[in-house]
């Protein structure tokens, strides 16, 4: 079992020294061969954003040496990642507009329905709890002669009650 666990040590040694040496190697390549990536991926037709020809570069003079303008290629990606970026927000808030439509429908339906309960608790409330089931049962639909015998009220008391709650004034 010792042996086991020294040869597991071993092991374990053996990759952390492969693993900084990596490291090691990776740290001085040169800064040429470093490629700087976007933090998102995203496929974009920016012909819309750029509203200007990009100009075409001047061919180099023979006798000049072809260094390339790392100022002005930084520049350039720049001002690309700035446009993606803004593409990226434009969506985003077309997104959020969207849902922010859709949650007003929702809570306009919600505040219809809470009103109609409202109503409906309020007329409940204002009746005597002696009527309060014939109140219900007229506002279903229910007929007077129905609410009568469920309630055990008289039938005139229900076509009171059934008037009232309809809305109806009732007949003398």
């Known amino acids: 079992m010792r042996e086991v666990i020294l040869a597991l040590v071993v092991l374990l040694c053996l990759y952390l020294a492969w693993v900084v ?3 090691f190697r990776v740290s001085h390549k040169p800064a040429r061969e ?3 990536e976007p933090e998102y991926e995203t496929i974009l037709d920016t012909s819309d954003l750029m509203r200007e020809p990009v100009p075409t570069p001047l061919p180099p003079a ?3 040496p072809m260094q390339p303008d790392l100022a002005h290629a930084r520049a350039e990606r720049e001002a690309f990642d700035a446009l993606v970026e803004l593409a990226r927000l434009r969506f985003q808030v077309e997104a959020l507009e969207a849902a922010n439509a859709a949650l007003r429908e929702d809570f306009e339906i919600a ?3 809470l009103g109609a309960e409202i109503a409906a608790l309020r007329n409940a409330r204002s009746v005597s709890p002696q009527y309060g089931e ?3 049962l007229a506002q279903r639909g229910l007929e007077t002669e ?3 015998e469920r309630c055990g009220i008289s039938v005139s008391e229900a076509e009171l009650v059934a008037a009232l ?3 109806i004034k009732p007949q003398e």
């Open 21 to 23: 040496m990596r490291l």
């Open 165 to 167: 709650s309809r809305g």
């Open 34 to 36: 470093q490629r700087i």
């Open 111 to 113: 505040r219809e329905a």
């Open 146 to 148: 129905a609410i009568a």
């Open 134 to 136: 014939a109140v219900v």
């Open 62 to 64: 023979a006798d000049a």
